[in-house]
């Protein structure tokens, strides 16, 4: 690939697909079947064939890796099948807020009153301080981080791994920020707009392509942020948004600037975990115990940024 072509995506990209995202819900007329047909399946194809032709993680697959993923993203697949249907069901009702539905709140509070700018922009907000506040509650509780390790059980991010989830985590992280949203009142073409582009930020940050995003690093949990995520060090497993705006209100923002990869992606004890083998990650919750993290100031925990998936849990 010729490296002014190579430049010009490293560096647009996002901002290339945000903009085709805007243009493509007022196309598409807020039609979340022809946007999902005809914009982010191409948009998610795309992606998969960028991490062949510039990644930025060269490293072969694992045994049993990619079957992993496809398996998990199959389970996934049918729990969107299952959050669609629960969306569907709130907007038949006279509002998607229960709140106004059954009179305990005026209608002039939801989101609906709102020009279609203003209801996009705070329902990315609400979504993603509920999925903020989610995903580190699924570090910090040893319960949820028992499921929330499946996750973190693969050794590099990629697209394909974006859905490697325990269903149950799912469940936290994915259908308590959606019924959130859903109770501020916000019409359906908003919450089509916000899935849209809400999609287009969650696929970046698992793209395992050479990109330089500059300033939005600090805006995004870009791919650049999210990989320091997935470190196998405590203090540099940060960034739980997708928009940074929590991450820096509540001092878990990590950018270093000396270094663009962390030295280990993954769980930080592994032996004994059923790293490429999802039937099993399924189960493996329930019948072993997994220990908390151990405090960042700590020796143990700068060294390990996951909580032991295979010692006793504390």
């Given at each position: 690939m010729p490296q002014l072509f190579r430049?010009?995506?490293?560096?647009g990209y996002l901002y290339v697909f945000l903009l085709l995202a805007i243009v493509a819900i007022a196309a598409f007329d807020y039609d979340s079947s022809q946007l999902f047909l005809w914009f982010l399946l191409p948009y998610?194809?795309?992606?998969?064939?960028?991490?062949?032709?510039?990644?930025?993680?060269?490293?072969?697959?694992?045994?049993?890796?990619?079957?992993t993923d496809v398996v998990s993203n199959g389970f996934m697949f049918l729990l969107s099948s299952v959050q669609n249907l629960m969306v569907t069901l709130f907007f038949g009702l006279a509002s998607s807020s229960l709140l106004i539905h059954f009179g305990l709140l005026s209608p002039s509070f939801g989101l609906s009153n709102l020009p279609m700018w203003a209801q996009v922009i705070?329902?990315?907000?609400?979504?993603?301080?509920?999925?903020?506040?989610?995903?580190?509650?699924?570090?910090?509780?040893?319960?949820?981080?028992?499921?929330?390790?499946?996750?973190?059980?693969a050794h590099r991010v990629t697209l394909m791994n974006a859905?490697?989830?325990?269903?149950?985590?799912?469940?936290?992280?994915?259908?308590?920020?959606?019924?959130?949203l859903l109770q501020s009142g916000i019409s359906q073409e908003g919450?089509?707009?916000?899935?849209?582009i809400?999609?287009?930020?969650?696929?970046?940050?698992?793209?395992?392509?050479?990109?330089?995003?500059?300033?939005?690093?600090?805006?995004?949990g870009t791919n650049e942020i999210h990989r320091w995520h997935h470190s196998t060090k405590m203090s540099e497993a940060k960034n739980f948004g997708g928009i940074m705006i929590w991450d820096h209100l509540f001092g878990t923002f990590y950018y270093p600037k000396d270094r663009d990869m962390p030295e280990k992606l993954g769980l930080s004890h592994e032996q004994d975990y059923p790293l490429n083998n999802y039937w099993q990650q399924l189960i493996y919750p329930f019948r072993k115990p997994i220990r908390k993290p151990e405090k960042a100031g700590s020796a143990q925990g700068q060294a390990d940024a996951r909580p032991n998936p295979v010692a006793a849990e504390t």
């Open positions: 430049s010009l995506v490293s560096r998610y194809a795309l992606g998969l064939v960028l991490q062949f032709v510039m990644p930025k993680h060269k490293k072969p697959l694992e045994q049993g890796e990619l079957l705070c329902g990315l907000l609400i979504f993603d301080f509920m999925f903020y506040t989610t995903h580190r509650m699924a570090h910090t509780v040893p319960a949820l981080w028992k499921l929330h390790s499946v996750h973190h059980s859905y490697r989830v325990h269903p149950l985590d799912v469940l936290v992280r994915r259908f308590i920020p959606v019924f959130v919450f089509v707009a916000v899935a849209v809400g999609s287009v930020l969650a696929t970046i940050t698992h793209l395992n392509i050479d990109l330089k995003h500059g300033a939005l690093n600090y805006l995004i």
